[in-house]
Structure formats: C-alpha cells, structure tokens
C-alpha cells in the first residue's frame, strides 16, 4: 500500500515539473526577443484578439491627410464635407503653421500637425523632390500619433474626398493583421503607363494596414536613401512597399479622377462596387451644374449620409409600352433613352469629360467610353438629384428625386413612337432603407407609373431568381 502511493505521488510530481519546465521555456524564448515583436504581440492581443466577434468600425480608420497652408483655405470644404469631429480619427499635416486668417481652428476640420523637418535627411540622401519626400514621410507621423486599436491607415490629400462608411465595409471584408495595400489605378491609360499599374494613386486614397504601416515607419528612410530619384510620393511609396514583398490590391472604388470638364458620363455609370472616393474636384466642372465645386460636394454628401452603399450604384429598367430605357445612377442622376438599349451599352460610362493629358492620343481611359453625338435615339435626358427623405410605411423606404437638367434641343427618336420623354419633367425612385443585396448582382428596378403631371416614379428592388434585365 506505502510503494503503490509512493509511485503515484512521483508520477504526479514529474508530470509537475515536466509542465512547469515547459512554462520556463517558453518565457525564456519571448523574454529573448525584440521589443518589437513584443509589442506587436501585446497590439494583437489587445485590439485584434476575437477577430470574428470584432467587426471593422469607424474607430479602426486613421486619416493622414497631407496639404498646404496655401491651399486649406479653399480647399478645407472638401475635406468637412466628409469629416466627422470627434468620430473620424486622423490629422492634417500642413507645411507651414496656419496663418491669422485660418486661427482660430475649425472643429470642423481635422486638427492639424505641422510635417516634421527632413532638412537633414535631404542633405545626406540628395533626394530629388523634397515635396514627395515629405508627403511620404506623413505615413511615420500619423503612425507615431495613433497605434492603439488601428486597424487600416487612410492616406490622402486636402483635397480627397471619402465616404467613410464603405471604407468602413469595405476593409471589414480583409484581413487587417495582414501586409495589405490598397489602392486606386488612375482613369488615364498614360498615368498608369508613366508611373505604374502596380501603384496606387494617391489621391484617390492609399490604405495601408496596421503591419505595413509599421513596416513603412521603420524602413521608410532607408528607401529615401536607396531611390533619392524617384520624383512622385506615390511611386516612392509603391516601390518602397514592393521592396517589402507587397503588391497593390487595387480597388475601383477609388477614384484619383485623372479626368477634365464635364464628369457626369463617369459619374453615372459607376462600376458595380462601393464609392470609395473622389479627387480632383478643382479640375472638373461641378457635378452639379446649377452650384458651384463646393455647393456641388456637400449636395452629393445629403444623398451618401442617408443611404452610403447604394450612392451613384447603377440600376437599370425599363418601359416596354414606351420603349424608354432607364439609368439610374442613385442620389446622383437619371437618365431616360428613347430606346431600348442594352444593360452591356448602358453601363458603359458617356465620354461627357475630357482627357487629363490634352494631347494625349487614344486609347485615353482605363474603361470603355461612348461618344456623345446628335443621335435622339442614343442621347439621353438628364434628370439630377434634387432631394432625398424617408418614409415609413409598412416598410421602411426611401424617396430621392431628380429633376430635368435642361432641354436635349433634338427630335423624338423613332423607336418611341412619339412618346417623347420631353413631357417628363421629375423622377422619383423609391428604395429600400437597408443595404442592396449583396449577392453579385446590381439591384433591379420597375416603372411604376408616369402620370399626367410628368412625374415618373421608379422602384428599386433585389432581383427576383433567375430575372434577366433585357
């Protein structure tokens, strides 16, 4: 009975130590490593722990803005069009400290930083645009100003315009303890081609995640020294990030707006993704004509702040009787054809908006574009977004409405039969409160009814199973 107990305390003893010393070695190797690693450990541990449990929300999101003194006093609208004070995370790094015309600071606009002086590591790598040098090293300083609980770094200009809430949704959807860079291709063929299809472009929002914003902080310096010819931020930038092993995941939600003139064609045939961004805003007319870049920008904003997923998405109908075909380009435009035309047609964006090199030869654009011409048959009535409210009925709905920007100045088609869209005058298009479905496919519409006052009213829907939009 004494051995039998004997060998069970000694079993239950070793089993002890054998753990114990398990435990030792395993603090042993983590007390030998780098800081770095352990406070990239205590980082995941605390802010990316229970990732499924863990949606992506606006608190994840820092913007690092860069922009001028000059500049920020026109083009400070752009950004608090969209900034949200006290919610949206970021800053604006200036050149120069404001001056007496820009103080007191706008709580309406992101707090700024003055960007930090390279003058010496100019000097020693002889870099050959100090200006690039500088709006690339605002990644180490919105890095070194938030970490705690950062997910994704939005890097931009003072004059990008976000919606905030498809980033939101959309970076949800990638894994932010990944090396991940984001980024939008320019619209002009020659830009990709001068720069590269493997970069994104500024403007139009570079994301970077938490890992490879750290990666770029640490290493960012010696990239300056080893490329001190490169002359554009967002190929210093690329090839730095490429250095590292790590490509561009490019989004088309992203727009740097590469484009001139009129950009409603572009506008009104958005790809079947989110609206990620705009840019560019000082090079093309006013998307909407009857107000000026600015008016125009925070008009948009009224339609994205009720229903952000479904702005300017494309959804298309049509009226058989009439022969009409419809576009809808939600909280933005509609636009009616006297014709039947395919959706393969219709969603290809009309060449309303000129090229961003003036001499440039085509092919101009990264996409397919339809010439304007005189055709009634292939040119359509324009209606804008005019206005937006909900309705609670038995179901949560929404009512935008468009109304007509101007008279064609042509003919009736021949396929319509006389029935001239010119008695039109207003649209309304009713919309669920709730996200499009997001099942692969655009969402479908009906032609209510067009009454006698020159109202139309439109509704959009999800697809029914197997329904062809012909």
């Known amino acids: 009975m004494i051995s039998s107990t004997f060998n069970f305390s000694s079993t239950a003893i070793w089993k002890t130590l054998a753990f114990s010393t398990l435990i030792l070695i395993v603090l042993i190797i983590f007390s030998n490593q780098p800081n770095s690693l352990q406070t990239d450990i ?21 913007f690092g803005l860069v922009g001028s003194t000059k500049a920020w006093r026109y083009r400070k609208s752009y950004i608090e069009s969209w900034w949200r004070p006290n919610t949206t995370r970021g800053y604006l790094y200036l050149d120069r400290t404001p001056t007496d015309d820009l103080l007191p600071w706008s709580q ?9 002086d390279n003058s010496k590591l100019l000097v020693e790598t002889k870099h050959v645009a100090p200006i690039m040098v500088r709006m690339v ?6 890095f070194r100003e938030e970490r705690e609980g950062v997910r994704w770094y939005v890097m931009g200009d003072d004059d990008s315009i976000f919606f905030v809430d498809n980033l939101v949704d959309e970076l949800s959807k990638y894994d932010h303890t990944k090396y991940i860079y984001i980024g939008g291709h320019s619209e002009s063929i020659i830009s990709n081609q001068v720069y590269s299809y493997d970069m994104g472009f500024g403007g139009a929002g570079l994301i970077l995640s938490y890992p490879l914003a750290k990666m770029v902080q640490q290493n960012i310096e010696d990239c300056f020294r080893r490329y001190p010819y490169l002359n554009s931020a967002d190929l210093i930038l690329m090839t730095c990030v490429n250095d590292f092993g790590v490509s561009v995941t ?34 093309i007319d006013p998307i909407f004509h009857s107000m000026d870049r600015f008016e125009s920008t925070n008009h948009l904003m009224k339609a994205a702040n009720v229903d952000q997923p479904r702005l300017i998405q ?36 009309l060449e309303t908006f000129k090229p961003w090199i003036q001499k440039a030869k085509p092919p101009l654009y990264i996409f397919n ?56 005058s ?8 709730r996200k499009p479905n997001q099942n692969g496919k655009t969402e479908c519409c009906d032609v209510l009814e067009i009454d006698d006052m020159g109202v139309a009213k439109l509704n959009l829907r999800d697809c029914m199973n197997d329904e062809l939009i012909a």
């Open 42 to 62: 205590i980082h995941v541990a605390t802010n990316q722990s229970f990732l499924p449990l863990n949606t992506t929300n606006i608190s994840h999101l820092v």
């Open 108 to 116: 309406n606009s992101p707090p700024f930083r003055i960007s930090d």
């Open 137 to 142: 090293h605002a990644v180490i300083e919105v």
């Open 250 to 283: 490019p989004h088309q939600g992203l727009h740097q707006m590469d484009i001139r003139g009129d950009a409603s064609g572009f506008l009104s045939a958005h790809p079947r993704v989110p609206l990620l961004s705009l840019h560019h805003f000082d090079h």
């Open 314 to 349: 494309q959804t298309i109908c049509y009226n058989r009787n009439l022969n009409w075909s419809f576009s809808v380009s939600w909280g933005y435009s509609v636009h009616i054809y006297e014709k039947l035309i395919p959706r393969s047609i219709l969603k290809i964006p």
């Open 369 to 424: 574009t339809r010439t304007l011409s005189n055709d009634p048959c292939a040119t359509p009535h324009v209606f804008s977004f005019e206005s937006i409210k909900n309705i609670n009925d038995y179901e949560s709905k929404i009512i935008t409405s468009y109304t007509r920007f101007g008279s064609r100045g042509l003919p009736t088609c021949g396929f319509a039969n006389n029935h001239s869209v010119d008695s039109v």
């Open 426 to 433: 207003r649209i309304n298009v009713v919309s669920p409160n």
